[in-house]
């Protein structure tokens, strides 16, 4: 039953993985900037952003650890709204990163953390999209939610060591 349920979800989201991984490798990359007042530059701009995006992912995950009885019986009721709210946030946040990503840089394999960069972002677009598509499904066995949105997490949380981490302890905290 969960299988079925899961198979067009799955599908979908391999094939958004895929095609942002195709088009990463296969598009001139423009390196078009875009800077915004008060950063020394667009990847600064950028590093902020993800790690904003970051910091929702984690409000998310506390809230579904409290959804899911993890800090003991009955989650507040405005729990389920915190989670969807703050997922909404984070995942707007880091769609005008990879768009800069993408566009400006591409698919890049001239060093070991940018090829497992480049891996995470088609895999967190993936399984979000799996995420979101099996969300209103009836039927689904209760690990499943959770490890997609386990997956869409660890995955975010990876792309910002690969990237805003890296970048703040090679050049230091800044804007
Ligand atoms: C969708 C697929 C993605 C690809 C192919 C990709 C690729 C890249 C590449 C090639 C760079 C330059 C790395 C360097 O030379 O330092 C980069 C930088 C960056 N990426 Fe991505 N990225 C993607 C998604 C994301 C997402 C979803 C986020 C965060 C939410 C993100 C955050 C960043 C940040 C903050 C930088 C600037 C810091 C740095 O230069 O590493 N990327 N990305």
């Given at each position: 039953m969960t299988a079925r349920l899961l198979f067009v979800p799955f599908v979908i989201g391999s094939l958004v993985a895929v095609t942002l991984g195709v088009y990463g490798n296969l598009h001139t990359p423009t390196g078009v900037a875009v800077n915004l007042a008060g950063f020394s530059g667009p990847q600064t701009v950028k590093v902020w952003l993800a790690t904003l995006s970051a910091l929702f992912a984690i409000v998310q995950l506390i809230s579904a650890s409290s959804m899911y009885g993890l800090f003991g019986p009955g989650a507040p009721s405005w729990t389920a709204w915190l989670h969807r709210w703050s997922g909404r946030i984070a995942f707007l946040l880091a769609v005008p990163v990879a768009v800069h990503c993408l566009y400006?840089?591409?698919?890049?394999?001239?060093n070991l953390r940018t090829v497992v960069h480049s891996l995470l972002g088609c895999f967190f677009f993936g399984v979000f999209t799996v995420k979101m598509l099996a969300?209103?499904?009836?039927?689904?066995?209760?690990w499943v939610l959770p490890v997609l949105g386990g997956l869409a997490f660890t995955g975010l949380i990876a792309l910002w060591l690969t990237s805003s981490f890296w970048y703040f302890t090679t050049f230091g905290i800044r804007f």
């Open positions: 400006a840089l591409g698919f890049a394999t001239y969300l209103p499904k009836k039927g689904l066995a209760g």
